[in-house]
């Protein structure tokens, strides 16, 4: 085999198998329902966005329902809109009274419903966003735990709302969460904060429970890593199998 062919055989296999690994690392990220905190500071307001996989081969989803925190409560909650999605903040009585931003509150957002019609379903092998803006977050150091409930066109239901505990094996359905973290100094200028939020800003990074709250996304992330370096072995190496000008 001449030097040049068996180094283009090199250069295919390096690239099919980057290939390979971006594909299995974006298969991993979006392996849950998972949810991602642009601003996850305590005292603030942060945009949430659950990304939700339709994970069954023959039927769509068509329903999402997230629950929010009820001994947590936010105090304003909004919907960003998705085409072809009907949203719905659900607000009722809390458990029992609670303390928010110096307040006391009895009745709360608890949950919001997004229905799709027909032809907006998530299909087989499609993912859709959805997003919220959510406050006032608790003190520093807080899981902020937000169960889903998938619901499938075949009547299916999955129920995402299984503890995810750090050392231990990542439950089939973990909930989704995530971590506050210490007030940033925006949010002490405007003294936002609620009343009893004891870390100062800049004193306190997230959690260690942050790193295992979507453990198939984390996953995700190292392939997609692999990937890319695969990738980049695979473009060299056909660069140098070129002839240069002149040869």
């Known amino acids: 085999m001449k ?13 099919t198998l980057a290939a390979g690994l971006l594909a299995a690392g974006a298969a991993a990220a ?3 329902v998972h949810v991602d905190a642009d601003d996850p500071a305590a005292g603030g307001y942060t945009h949430l966005t659950f990304n939700v996989p339709n994970e069954s081969a023959t039927a769509k989803t068509s329903k999402l329902e997230v629950t929010l925190p009820a001994d947590t409560p936010f105090n304003s909650v ?15 009585e809390l458990p029992k009274p609670v303390t928010v931003d110096g307040a006391t509150v009895t009745k709360a ?4 419903v997004w229905t799709a019609d027909a032809a907006h379903q998530i299909g087989a092998n499609e993912y859709q966003s959805f997003s919220i803006s959510v406050g006032v977050l608790p003190d520093a150091g807080t899981t902020v735990t937000l169960p889903a409930t998938q619901s499938y066109t075949d009547g299916t239901v999955v ?21 506050t973290t210490a007030k940033d100094s925006e949010t002490m200028a405007h003294g936002a904060a609620p009343a009893g939020t004891a870390a100062p800003a800049g004193t306190a990074a997230p ?26 072995t695979g ?7 070129r002839p240069t000008k002149g040869n």
């Open 235 to 241: 473009v060299t190496a056909l660069a140098r199998t």
């Open 159 to 179: 129920r995402w709302d299984q503890k995810t505990v750090e050392g231990q094996e990542e439950p089939e359905h973990p909930a989704p969460s995530f971590v």
């Open 30 to 32: 979006s392996a849950h």
């Open 3 to 15: 030097p040049s062919l068996r180094r283009t055989l090199k250069t295919t296999s390096a690239t």
């Open 78 to 92: 909004s919907v960003k809109p998705v085409e072809g999605w009907t949203a719905r903040v659900i607000i009722a």
């Open 207 to 232: 959690s260690a429970a942050s790193a295992v709250n979507d453990g198939g996304s984390t996953a995700g992330w190292f392939g997609l890593a692999a990937g890319l370096i695969g990738l980049g």
């Open 109 to 112: 957002p608890v949950s919001v």
